[in-house]
Structure formats: structure tokens, C-alpha cells
């Protein structure tokens, strides 16, 4: 799919994103700094996965009058037991939702024992709002509850883990456990809480977004009808983002709470598409409550794999063996595996 981004940034189909020239330095008193080497990086290939494809775990109606099915990518260790599930929940600036990104991610935290499961979710292109792309975050999660037994999966150890506009989703659904009103569609009758979270470089408050960044490129996050603001809320006749949806119900710090999962946060200090500062007020709010949470900042690291931009260099923090195995330990300790 990242192959294909370039062309659709040509041709005009997907806007391209605003980078920012410069970027504040935000407080890391509260975080883990980290600096991992670019040239270890995490191999597969040892463990034996079966895999399934297209998976469907739901069906929309779209605005438009017309149905979508929401698919998903299943990753699975051969070995027959029951296993906790990890569902990843891709970036795609809410433009799109691409099931098939971060394979070489997904595949190593498979096979360190868990199944893995890549989901599409509803975008602005769908005509849906954030409230939408939680739902299908948690229609998933219900699906594989209620199919554990034929893809091998414990029930009572769901994790949900997602990059960028997946980790705001992510970070969403970690926080509304148990508020039945975003719970829509298909296998009610399961719960959609998770028992933990991974937010790589997600948003929180959207109105902030660009919080960091010079004035160009608050500008640009703050045009009329931009991606961000269609998938929250336009204000009638401007088309600018509502900052107060933005900053209470669509904002994951109004649901913060001392019972909530535990986070695992990730951001790196020169992210120019989201402002580093994004991840910090969602650490400090959980641990301001007493919940758990823990972030690291990868130092002079960017925003995730900008390939499809160009830049060949900026996954390799992120697919680093430092930064997997530290989503990996944390993954096997909130869900109790040991070992692949």
C-alpha cells in the first residue's frame, strides 16, 4: 500500500501531509529517552505463522447509501494453544486505513507468541468521524472474542496496539472501556475492553496538534476542511475543526480514569506531523490518576516510516530490535506470556 501512496499524492487523490520546519522541545521528565541502532534491526523468519487474509468483521452502511465490509489480516504461531491477541490499528492520516502496513512489525511480535490481527476501520474518504473508527476499533475486538476458539485466542488478554491515527483510535478505545455508547454493530454480546495499549506517536488533542511546530504548519492543521477536521467535526460554514468536540469528547484525556488498561506510549522528538507533546499530555493524565502508563521518547527519531514520502531512514528507529522488544516485554507481561 505504501507503494502506491506516491502515485495517489501525485494524481491528487490523497492531500499531501504538512511537515513541520521546526519543533519546541517538550518536557521528558516524565518519560524514558531511548536512542535505539538503527543498524539492529528486528528479523523474522524463525518462527513458523500461519496466516489468513481479508478476513471480514463487519459491514458498514456508508454514508453515501452504499455497504462496506471491514476486513482484517490474522497472523497466527502454529503451535495449538490459546494465545492473546494483539490488534493493530494502522496510521493513514484518517485518509486511509491500509491493513496491509507494518507486515515486518506485525510478523515479529507473532512470532514472539501472540496472534496478530490488522485491521481496516472507516476513514473520511468512508464519509465516517472518529466516533465511527472506534466503533470498528471495538467491532473487532468483539469479533475475535466471539471467534477465539477458531483462531486459537484467549478471550480475557486482548491488547490493541496502533501507530498515528492508530494511536489516537487505539488510545480511544483503551479509555472507553466499558462505555457501551461506542459499541455498534456486530457480536454485542462481547465485550470490546482491552487489557492494554500501545500508542505509537498517536494524537490526543487534536486542537493542538501542531502544538510544536512553527506557524506554517499550524496553518496548514488549521485550513478549512482538512483531514483532521472532517474526521472530528467541521463548525458550520467555516469547515475548521470544533476544538470543543475536539478537546472533550473526542480528546481520550475527558475519559481518563485510574481503572483504565495499562499504556505503553511511544513518540520521537522529531516528529513533524505530530507534536510530541501530543503523547506527553495523555502519560501525564493517566499517571496524574494513578494509572499505569510508560513513555519513551526515541531521540532524534521522526514520525514512524515516511517511505511512501521519499525518506528511507525514518522507520529504521521503529523497527529497531531496542523499540520492538520493549513493545514486545510489554505486551507478554500485561497479558502473561512467556515466551513464543
Excluded at 166 to 173: P, R
Aim: glycine share 8%; aromatic share 8%; hydrophobic share 40%.
Amino acid at each position: 500500500m505504501h507503494g502506491l501512496m506516491p502515485i495517489l499524492f501525485w494524481i491528487g487523490l490523497l492531500p499531501k501531509p504538512t511537515m513541520a520546519s521546526t519543533i519546541a522541545a517538550s518536557d521528558t521528565s516524565t518519560s524514558i529517552i531511548i536512542r535505539p541502532d538503527p543498524k539492529d534491526q528486528i528479523t523474522c523468519g524463525r518462527t513458523k505463522l500461519r496466516a489468513l487474509s481479508d478476513v471480514v468483521f463487519a459491514r458498514r452502511a456508508l454514508t453515501s447509501g452504499k455497504s462496506l465490509d471491514l476486513s482484517m489480516d490474522i497472523q497466527m504461531p502454529e503451535a495449538s494453544k490459546q494465545r492473546p491477541v494483539v490488534i493493530y490499528v494502522t496510521g493513514g492520516g484518517f485518509i486511509q486505513a491500509p491493513k496491509e502496513a507494518a507486515l515486518n512489525l506485525r510478523t515479529y511480535v507473532a512470532e514472539a507468541g501472540f496472534v496478530v490481527a490488522s485491521i481496516e476501520y472507516r476513514t473520511v474518504r468512508d464519509g465516517a468521524n472518529y466516533r465511527d473508527g472506534i466503533a470498528d476499533v471495538k467491532s473487532a475486538v468483539r469479533y475475535l472474542r466471539a471467534n477465539a476458539v477458531k483462531y486459537g485466542i484467549d478471550p480475557a488478554r486482548v491488547a490493541v496496539w496502533g501507530e498515528s491515527a492508530g494511536g489516537y483510535l487505539a488510545a480511544m478505545v483503551g479509555v472507553t472501556n466499558g462505555i457501551k455508547s461506542f459499541d455498534v454493530g456486530n457480536d454485542l454480546e462481547q465485550s470490546s475492553d482491552v487489557q492494554a495499549v500501545v500508542d505509537k506517536f498517536g494524537a490526543s488533542d487534536l486542537s493542538k496538534l501542531a502544538s510544536d511546530f512553527d506557524q506554517k504548519a499550524k496553518d496548514a492543521n488549521n485550513a478549512p476542511g482538512n483531514p483532521i477536521a472532517q474526521y472530528i467535526a467541521t463548525v458550520p460554514e467555516t469547515r475548521l475543526l470544533d476544538t470543543q468536540l475536539a478537546t472533550t469528547a473526542a480528546n481520550p484525556l475527558t475519559y481518563v480514569k485510574p481503572t483504565h488498561p495499562p499504556f505503553l506510549i511511544f513518540h520521537g522528538s522529531r516528529d513533524r506531523l505530530i507534536s510530541p507533546s501530543q503523547t506527553l499530555i495523555l502519560h501525564n493524565a493517566l499517571t496524574a490518576v494513578g494509572g499505569h502508563s510508560v513513555r519513551y521518547v526515541l531521540d532524534g527519531a521522526g514520525h514512524g516510516d515516511l517511505s511512501f514520502l521519499g525518506d528511507t531512514e525514518s522507520g529504521l528507529p521503529w523497527s529497531a530490535r531496542q523499540t520492538m522488544d520493549i513493545i514486545v516485554d510489554f505486551l507478554r507481561a500485561q497479558t502473561a506470556v512467556r515466551g513464543g
